[in-house]
């Protein structure tokens, strides 16, 4: 490939140009390339710093007319044009709470799997068949969640659950109500499913990423592979398992089509999981494009503004808890 | 042995490792039910309505039939913006912290701030370009839908491109310097040619993200009941085309809402399939 580049030079240089011309026009363009590559990086910064302005001046009208009041209230009025954004951060907060719950330990059980039982042959089908998890659009999981996932819910585990907690001190107020099939609980459900692929390959990989050393000396002790895993593998890989476990709670929180689905778009707080609500992205999504007067805009805007301060604050930490584990391993 | 095995607590260790392997079976056979499950109901709701219409037919009214085509070339459309506005960027962003400061302040920054754009909720872009473009420019368009995934597309293709130029090996930089090659010419002749696979990996799995992506979409690009090129204007597309058919009453549009979900789950899959085959083959 040298060849190429060396031949190329040689015979501009022969076609009559002087060699002090041709070193200048080298060094013009060596410049320009590298200011390019520079101000490309600093345009990802730009875009980054954009979208907090333009949210911030959007929210702007909103944040002053309810100030910090804004943030704690449930009213959601377009008629009367009284906006609060409890009811939303509630329902983006119990739904990512619901998904974790599931995605989590099943996340990391799945990575145990793949890391410490799985034949050699059949880690790479499985682990693509996981990642394929996480291409599917979210739009899909949505008509799905919508037209199956929901009416089985209804029929069949929600009754369940209303008839097994009823008389529970406690869980009956968390498992209320008529089963409408969506709801928090199934938008939960959906996330959980979403989020699980991510959580599974950072485990995988930081699991992968503990010294054999380690391991073989406790079984040299003679723990169990359980004991190994439990006792070994996961106190070591800690901080990295929180990293991925942070950056599928990022996405849980900011997911937007899958939720607005099967959500149920309610603006209000129920204790019950059972009963529809509403998150951040769903409001926006569902409402944007109705939103006739420029509070009701601005609220929305204002909500955004909410989800990606907390969501940026989220990606931070899985960042910087996966540098740290990159660190030790590199 | 005998000893060890009427040992309770030898026992209570070998119960549980049993178990919690008994466990990991089973989060996996879950993990892979869903995957079998969504892909069996999309492909048998789906199927049915994958007639030749879809693909020659616009969006039809409520309650007559129709196909998807204006839907799917506004979809191409915007796509192949956002790539032609995304690429670029983010190919050149990835050199800068590949080749240019691999260690320096500037780049850990990017790198940081790129990682978090990678999954920032996409709707949250949405309402960026809707502040920057829709509001000032007064209405929807084919263009801010664009931007919007071009937005998208950055991140993606800066991290694979500085992860690939990252595997070139440095004797071959050290050899293009050695001859007095300008740095520039060496990363554009040398280290983009080793790493064109690469690259070109990062572009598919920019356009997989994308295709599929409907929030951005709903108040950028809008939607259009016609066929329409027209990129100063609403423009349809696939999946916000989809959203609105599958939330519908009518059964028509619900049908060929399932329609249009399997053709995105299956080219977004086949993108991601051949992508990785890319560089799989290295």
């Known amino acids: 490939m040298s060849e190429v580049a060396l031949n190329d030079t040689v015979l501009r240089t022969e076609g009559g140009a002087s060699r002090a011309a041709v070193l200048k026009r080298l060094r013009v363009t060596d410049n320009l390339f590298r200011l390019l590559t520079r101000n490309a990086a600093l345009f990802v910064l730009v875009i980054l710093s954009g979208v907090i302005v333009a949210l911030v001046i959007g929210a702007l009208p909103a944040l002053q007319k309810f100030g910090i009041s804004f943030v704690f209230t449930e009213v959601w009025n377009p008629v009367t044009e009284q906006f609060g954004a409890l009811a939303p951060i509630y329902g983006t907060l119990v739904t990512s709470i619901i998904a974790m719950a599931i995605a989590v330990p099943v996340g990391i059980m799945v990575a145990f799997f793949l890391t410490e039982l799985c034949p050699k042959w059949l880690r790479r089908p499985i682990a693509i068949a996981i990642e394929l998890l996480a291409g599917i659009p979210s739009i899909i999981y949505g008509i799905w969640g919508l037209f199956v996932f929901a009416p089985f819910l209804q029929k069949y585990v929600q009754p369940f659950l209303i008839d097994t907690f009823e008389n529970v001190p406690g869980l009956s107020s968390l498992f209320e109500g008529p089963p409408y099939g969506i709801g928090m609980l199934t938008a939960g459900l959906i996330l959980a499913i979403m989020v699980l692929p991510f959580i599974t390959a950072i485990s995988r990989d930081v699991f992968d990423a503990v010294p054999p050393v380690l391991k073989e000396a406790a079984f040299g002790l003679g723990c169990t592979r359980w004991e190994v895993f439990r006792h070994v593998v996961l106190p070591y890989t800690r901080v990295g398992v929180i990293g991925g476990v942070m950056l599928g709670l990022g996405r849980a929180l900011g997911e937007t089509m899958a939720v607005t689905f099967v959500i149920g778009n309610a603006h209000k707080i129920s204790a019950s999981i059972l009963q529809p609500g509403t998150t951040i992205s769903a409001s926006i999504a569902n409402e944007f494009t109705e939103a006739v007067s420029d509070m009701y805009t601005s609220s929305l805007t204002a909500l955004g503004l909410i989800l990606f301060v907390i969501t940026f604050f989220v990606l931070a930490a899985a960042r910087y808890m996966l540098s740290r584990i990159q660190k030790r391993g590199g | 042995m005998a000893n060890f095995a009427s040992n309770p607590l030898y026992a209570r260790r070998?119960?549980?490792?049993?178990?919690?392997?008994?466990?990991?079976?089973?989060?996996?056979?879950?993990?892979?039910?869903?995957?079998?499950?969504?892909?069996?109901?999309?492909?048998?709701?789906?199927?049915?309505?994958?007639?030749?219409?879809?693909?020659?037919?616009?969006?039809?009214?409520?309650?007559?039939?129709?196909?998807?085509?204006?839907?799917?070339?506004?979809?191409?459309?915007?796509?192949?913006?956002?790539?032609?506005?995304?690429?670029?960027?983010?190919?050149?962003?990835?050199?800068?912290?590949?080749?240019?400061?691999?260690?320096?302040?500037?780049?850990?920054?990017?790198?940081?701030?790129?990682?978090?754009?990678?999954?920032?909720?996409?709707?949250?872009?949405?309402?960026?370009?809707?502040?920057?473009?829709?509001?000032?420019?007064?209405?929807?368009?084919?263009?801010?839908?664009?931007?919007?995934?071009?937005?998208?597309?950055?991140?993606?293709?800066?991290?694979?491109?500085?992860?690939?130029?990252?595997?070139?090996?440095?004797?071959?930089?050290?050899?293009?310097?050695?001859?007095?090659?300008?740095?520039?010419?060496?990363?554009?002749?040398?280290?983009?040619?080793?790493?064109?696979?690469?690259?070109?990996?990062?572009?598919?799995?920019?356009?997989?993200?994308?295709?599929?992506?409907?929030?951005?979409?709903?108040?950028?690009?809008?939607?259009?009941?016609?066929?329409?090129?027209?990129?100063?204007?609403?423009?349809?597309?696939?999946?916000?085309?989809?959203?609105?058919?599958?939330?519908?009453?009518?059964?028509?549009?619900?049908?060929?809402?399932?329609?249009?979900?399997?053709?995105?789950?299956?080219?977004?899959?086949?993108?991601?399939?051949?992508?990785?085959?890319?560089?799989?083959?290295?």
Do not use: C
């Open chain 2, 14 to 282: 070998r119960r549980a490792d049993a178990v919690s392997k008994g466990l990991a079976y089973a989060a996996t056979a879950f993990g892979l039910g869903w995957l079998v499950l969504i892909l069996g109901i999309l492909l048998v709701n789906g199927i049915g309505g994958l007639t030749l219409e879809v693909f020659t037919h616009d969006t039809p009214p409520p309650g007559s039939d129709g196909g998807l085509l204006n839907a799917i070339v506004g979809s191409l459309l915007m796509t192949v913006l956002a790539v032609l506005i995304g690429t670029p960027i983010g190919v050149l962003a990835g050199t800068y912290m590949a080749e240019y400061g691999r260690h320096d302040r500037l780049s850990s920054i990017v790198r940081f701030i790129n990682d978090i754009l990678l999954s920032a909720p996409s709707i949250v872009i949405g309402l960026f370009v809707y502040q920057i473009m829709v509001a000032p420019m007064g209405h929807f368009s084919g263009y801010a839908g664009a931007v919007s995934l071009a937005v998208l597309v950055i991140p993606v293709v800066v991290r694979t491109t500085e992860d690939m130029l990252n595997l070139v090996p440095d004797t071959m930089r050290e050899a293009a310097a050695s001859i007095g090659l300008p740095r520039a010419h060496m990363i554009l002749r040398i280290a983009y040619r080793a790493a064109r696979a690469g690259i070109v990996t990062g572009v598919l799995l920019a356009v997989a993200r994308v295709s599929g992506e409907t929030a951005p979409l709903l108040f950028t690009a809008l939607n259009n009941q016609f066929f329409s090129v027209n990129m100063n204007a609403p423009m349809p597309s696939l999946p916000v085309v989809i959203f609105q058919f599958a939330l519908s009453p009518y059964e028509e549009w619900q049908r060929l809402a399932w329609t249009g979900a399997l053709i995105i789950t299956v080219t977004v899959l086949a993108l991601s399939i051949v992508a990785r085959s890319l560089t799989a083959r290295k």
